[in-house]
């Protein structure tokens, strides 16, 4: 009992799909964050001619309005005006930075569509509780984790940093605009370092949520059982509707068997109830059919409607194996059947 109660067995597809419903997923931040922030860093060196031209024009506009006496009115136009070419220059860049996130979010576990995490929940508001995972081990080790990684990569940084310092007094001899491009080139440089060091904390990051996930959601196998039982049904009720269809299926068979012509035997083993109505079919039907006690009880239901019973145990044989309920006899077997239809009407005819 202990071994079905320790959950040692990789998730059921099921247990994944149901989760996936529940809004529990795989989600690495890390990795959320280093392609947002790789989208954002492109799209600022992508869109800086655009941002540059429309904060040129912004200045071009304020400089324009030296001299003009403030009112209402100007300070309305000076906020539209600013709040019009913010919103340029920002939207596109947001807008990267929002395609970013969903392209991280879908790369990580795909489309998902799910009300259950949105709706509220009162035990996550709980002061207790909400105190405890403030200070709980899990916390505090997210904590170092977070702590440990942002060193780490604003360290790299100022080391690159501190190496480009270096260069300055001959970079102070260069023209305005070559400046401008040293400088640019060298941020372009760190940000890229920077970046390496969070992809690679990503990639580790990443590895480590779906084990994590993939544990948390491991069964036992009691759990695999029940979900094999709750997906395909129990196999005790299943047995027993089994057994319910055979007996309806048995007392429908028995019930034709007075409307037969002939039973067929071998005489002991084998019992097959044949009818032949040549307006409904072109060739005999078996209408019941069964080996010993099932034998026995054909027999007698037809001994007591005067079912004529013919001992031919090769032609029972055959017919038992190879002609189902309700079905028309093989070609194969009309001659001999045909025989003893024969033999029947005649002596009905006596």
Known sequence: MADDAEKTEEPTPKKIEDARKEGNVPKSQDTSGVITLFVAILAVLMLFPYMADHMLKLFKYYFSLVGTPLDKAFMLDIAIVTFREALLMVMPLALAVAIAGVIA????????????????????????????????????????KITFKAFTTLGVGFIFFFLFIKELP??????????????????????????LIIFIYALIDIVIVRKQYFDGLKMSKQEIKDEMKNMEGDPMVKGKIKQKQMEIARQRM?????????????????????????????????????????AQQIKKIGRENNVHIIQNPPLARSLY???????????TLFGAVAEVLAYVYKMNKN
């Open 105 to 144: 979010a879908l790369a990580q576990f795909g489309f998902l569509f799910t009300t259950k995490a949105i709706m509220p929940d009162f035990k996550k508001i709980d002061p207790i509780k909400g105190t405890k995972n403030l200070f709980s081990l899990k916390k505090m080790i997210e904590g170092v």
């Open 170 to 195: 001959t970079v102070a001899l260069f023209s305005l605009a070559d400046q401008l491009d040293w400088l640019k080139d060298k941020m372009i440089i760190i940000a890229l370092v920077m970046l």
């Open 254 to 294: 028995m019930a034709e068997v007075p409307n037969a012509d002939v039973i067929i035997t071998n005489p002991t083993h084998y019992a097959v109830a044949i009818k032949y109505d040549e307006e409904k079919s072109y060739a005999p039907i078996v209408v019941a059919k069964g080996m010993d006690h099932l």
């Open 321 to 331: 194996a190879e002609v189902e309920i309700d079905q028309t006899i093989p070609e």
